[in-house]
């Protein structure tokens, strides 16, 4: 059913304070009922709702990520006892619980009302009879580990995702359950809300909202269901923005009187990814007869489709081809699992980025309401997976089924108006599971991914990508150059970074993973004094590895610090902290953009790629480019210059000299300027040059090169070679043709990064902005290479930026906590010691 926003006959009454948990441990006797659950003397603990076991004990001080404990093992209960008045005789009551991790029994006042064994369902009770003056809500979740322990045919394959095989047979999410990358505590609890719902007089039992885009006619289907208790609503008006309608009327069989009607809209203002436009939206309400007003939230018209002729995949969204870059999701808060709560920073933080699609994985659990509706607002395509990963799913079980049928109805029912909802996938790595063990290609999939979730996709959605696996596509599913793959050539398979482009990838729907090292302040949480980073078991026990090999995502790093760097990240160590870390982070940044710009390119066989993660999980130098307090690491800013909207970027094309590929992906064109200049000992030029009245058509990609560029030959490169390098970095710079104002810049650095081992004289201060924002100014006589803050609290806008000599740059910062008066210190990668941030 569509969110119903507001509804004038309609209360709500969260069940969110005033929970007890307790233990029942392996071992006891489990109780059958509540009742038998009282006649025990067990201790209560408070509980939160939306919330988890752990969260609970965690809030208490008596549970915390460095202290496994094996909430499978036990048998846990919630208990809420809440006074309520009897329902009335026009009216309707209804318990909804949205979220149960994963097997629960439910009693009202005594009753068995619910048994769940799928964690996404959500379930909504008619408890109008059973409600009381003063009410008692059990919650049973049932010890897992038993379930999983019980004898089950096997699958036809296994994996090293997860140690038990016997998942694959609950609807439950890996998260906590994978050994190699998730923290060890898996969701037992009400993991989402609780809450009566009251409705006087006509109860709305559905309501359907769906969009289309035909051809410049923009359609919205409206459906509303109801009973009612006394007079049942003879009239029903909708209205979509400023069109209204009156809607038909039926009666069902069942006496359900049900409102329909399809309602158009000429050339509607059509939404857009944030990077190609803007995000129109229209308000729906329907006005019922003897209820009021019905808010359904909104719709939004755009068409989407994905050009899959010759092993491609490229995303076209109302008839425009979009690269689509962004990373893959995974949860705000991996104890709780959220609850409600809306991500509003870390969206806010994708988009400042340049961000615009997020990967729902396979691994992780449907988001809320709230992340959806941010990624409609916020203009962020969504890739959602179905919760499955890896695993051979029993697909020929009735039951197993029709929980997943169930399931999935209910996700797409509740998503069904969402604009920001792009590609379905059937699940994370099952074809290339099976693949990659030698089976037969009758053992890659099954209907469950091929038949059923594509049929449902079909029937509710009007314009919708499908993608049965991810990856697929090609000879082998995992094949780089044809469909969907997951690509980890530069990165965990330390290949050049020339792999990017020899490898043709189509579209990478995970990409890039290193150990991306966090800022000071999150380490300080991490690390106790003492205890030194890359090698402290603490610190160790949190970088993300595979099952099975004899290495980690620090070691792959490292050699990557090694190609760029030329220096032993070991030796760095020994003597050198600061600049040990300061080398790691900018390593997965340097990595990280330029293989975001060889596949952004103009020519570039690739047309998507989506970093594998976006957030951290925990703390440490995991997966994110964004840490698990919401604090961005080296590696966002490196990707968030890479990819903005309206930007420059540059390739070595060697003997081709500098490819200079000019991006303006948004709908109107832009008149610039393009600069050139080679500085030689970080502040000597030996030559420079400007492209006046440069053209960017819309949501284009083009490219100049240096040549054209230049008046005479540079061995720009240093490709040719016929001496020493007479420059040691190239500075491209994009202007507004008008006003002049920097747009972008970009560096290429033709010997590498080792002449920069010098002091570039910074000099920075902290200052105030018109509108009252405190930020860094900074100055340099010399370049600077990867400039970076140490400022306690704040967190700037960019940083490990390089810095031309001769510019004023200011930085500005924002606050995540009580942070008083900004001050600090700066640093760039060839200097010995900080400098102090001036008052």
């Known amino acids: 059913m569509a969110r119903i926003v507001t509804a004038e006959n309609r209360s709500v009454e969260p069940l969110d304070q005033g929970w007890e948990a307790v233990e029942v441990a392996a071992g006891e006797d489990a109780p059958a009922s509540p009742a038998e659950l009282l006649a025990g003397d067990r201790p209560y603990f408070p509980a939160q709702v939306p919330g988890t076991v752990a969260g609970a004990l965690a809030a208490l001080g008596r549970w915390g990520l460095d202290t496994p404990k094996n909430f499978d093992a036990s048998e846990w209960w919630y208990r809420r006892r809440f006074t309520s008045s009897r329902a009335s005789e026009d009216e309707t009551v209804l318990l909804h619980l949205d979220g149960l991790a994963t097997l629960a029994d439910v009693w009202l006042n005594g009753e068995l009302v619910l048994q769940s064994d799928n964690m996404f369902r959500r379930h909504a009770l008619d408890v109008t009879a059973r409600l009381r003056a003063e009410n008692e809500l059990y919650v049973r979740f049932r010890a897992f580990e038993r379930a999983l322990a019980e004898r089950r045919p096997r699958p036809r394959f296994r994996t090293r995702l997860v140690e038990r095989q016997q998942l694959r047979w609950f609807r439950t999410t890996l998260l906590g359950r994978i050994p190699g990358w998730t923290p060890p505590v898996v969701p037992v609890g009400p993991y989402r809300a609780v809450r009566l719902e009251r409705w006087r007089g006509p109860r709305v039992t559905a309501a359907r909202v769906r969009s289309e885009l035909a051809g410049t006619t923009g359609r919205v289907s409206i459906e509303v269901a109801c009973r009612s208790r006394g007079e049942a609503p003879r009239h029903a008006t909708a209205s979509v923005g400023a069109v209204r309608a009156e809607l038909d009327r039926t009666v069902e069989p069942d006496g359900t009187i049900a409102f329909r009607k399809e309602i158009t809209l000429e050339s509607p203002e059509l939404w857009w990814p944030h990077t190609h436009g803007k995000q129109a939206r229209y308000p729906v309400a329907v006005a019922l007869e003897g209820a009021g007003e019905l808010g359904l939230g909104t719709v939004a018209f755009r068409s989407i489709?994905?050009?899959?002729?010759?092993?491609?995949?490229?995303?076209?969204?109302?008839?425009?081809?979009?690269?689509?870059?962004?990373?893959?999701?995974?949860?705000?808060?991996?104890?709780?699992?959220?609850?409600?709560?809306?991500?509003?920073?870390?969206?806010?933080?994708?988009?400042?980025?340049?961000?615009?699609?997020?990967?729902?994985?396979?691994?992780?659990?449907?988001?809320?309401?709230?992340?959806?509706?941010?990624?409609?607002?916020?203009?962020?395509?969504?890739?959602?997976?179905?919760?499955?990963?890896?695993?051979?799913?029993?697909?020929?079980?009735?039951?197993?089924?029709?929980?997943?049928?169930?399931?999935?109805?209910?996700?797409?029912?509740?998503?069904?108006?969402?604009?920001?909802?792009?590609?379905?996938?059937?699940?994370?790595?099952?074809?290339?599971?099976?693949?990659?063990?030698?089976?037969?290609?009758?053992?890659?999939?099954?209907?469950?991914?091929?038949?059923?979730?594509p049929t449902l996709v079909a029937a509710n959605r009007a314009a919708a990508i499908y993608v049965p696996s991810s990856p697929t596509g090609g000879a082998l599913p995992f094949q780089l150059d044809a469909g969907v793959s997951h690509y980890y050539g530069v990165g965990a398979y330390q290949r050049p970074l020339e792999d990017a482009r020899r490898a043709g990838v189509r579209f990478t729907s995970e990409c890039l993973a290193f150990a991306n090292v966090p800022e000071d302040a999150p380490l300080e949480e991490l690390l106790a004094e003492g205890q030194a980073p890359f090698h402290h078991p603490r610190w160790k026990a949190r970088v993300p590895r595979d099952s099975g090999p004899g290495w980690d995502f620090d070691d792959v790093r490292d050699h990557y610090t090694r190609l760029l760097f030329d220096v032993d990240p070991a030796s760095v160590r020994y003597s050198d902290m600061a600049r040990a870390l300061l080398l790691a982070r900018a390593t997965s940044g340097e990595v990280m953009a330029r293989t975001l710009t060889e596949w952004r390119r103009s020519g570039s066989s690739c047309r998507g790629a989506l970093l594998w993660f976006l957030k951290d999980l925990w703390l440490g130098a995991g997966w994110g480019i964004i840490d698990a307090t919401g604090r961005p690491k080296a590696a966002y800013y490196a990707v968030k210059r890479a990819l903005r909207p309206l930007g420059i970027g540059v390739v070595d094309e060697g003997l081709n000299g500098l490819g200079v590929h000019l991006f303006n992906e948004g709908n109107t064109a832009r008149e610039v300027s393009v600069g050139i200049r080679l500085l030689r000992d970080g502040n000597v030029t030996v030559a420079e040059a400007e492209r006046r009245a440069v053209t960017l058509a819309p949501h284009s990609t083009s490219e100049l090169r240096s040549a054209e560029l230049l008046e005479h030959f540079l061995d720009v490169t240093f490709a040719y070679r016929f001496g020493p390098s007479a420059h040691d970095v190239t500075w491209l710079t994009l202007r507004d043709g008008a006003s002049g104002e920097l747009l972008g810049e970009t560096f290429h650095f033709p010997t590498g990064f080792a002449r920069f081992d010098h002091d570039p004289g910074l000099v920075a201060r902290a200052v105030t902005e018109p509108d009252g924002t405190p930020a860094v100014e900074l100055e340099a006589k010399r370049f600077a290479a990867f400039v970076c803050f140490d400022i306690g609290r704040f967190v700037p806008e960019d940083a490990y930026f390089h810095l031309a000599p001769g510019v004023t740059r200011r930085v500005r910062v924002s606050s995540v906590g009580p942070s008083g008066r900004l001050q600090g210190a700066v640093r760039s990668f060839g200097q010995r010691a900080s400098v102090r941030i001036q008052s």
Do not use: H, K
């Open 305 to 453: 489709e994905a050009r899959t002729d010759g092993g491609a995949f490229d995303v076209r969204v109302n008839g425009t081809e979009v690269f689509c870059r962004g990373a893959c999701w995974t949860t705000e808060n991996i104890v709780t699992l959220g609850g409600e709560e809306a991500p509003l920073r870390t969206l806010e933080l994708c988009r400042s980025a340049g961000l615009n699609m997020l990967r729902v994985g396979g691994t992780m659990t449907y988001e809320n309401d709230a992340f959806y509706e941010l990624c409609d607002e916020l203009g962020i395509l969504v890739w959602q997976d179905f919760m499955f990963a890896n695993l051979d799913y029993p697909g020929q079980d009735a039951s197993f089924v029709t929980s997943v049928s169930a399931e999935a109805e209910d996700f797409l029912e509740r998503t069904e108006s969402r604009a920001c909802l792009a590609v379905y996938c059937g699940n994370s790595e099952i074809e290339q599971q099976a693949s990659m063990l030698g089976l037969g290609r009758e053992l890659w999939t099954q209907p469950l991914f091929t038949e059923l979730l």
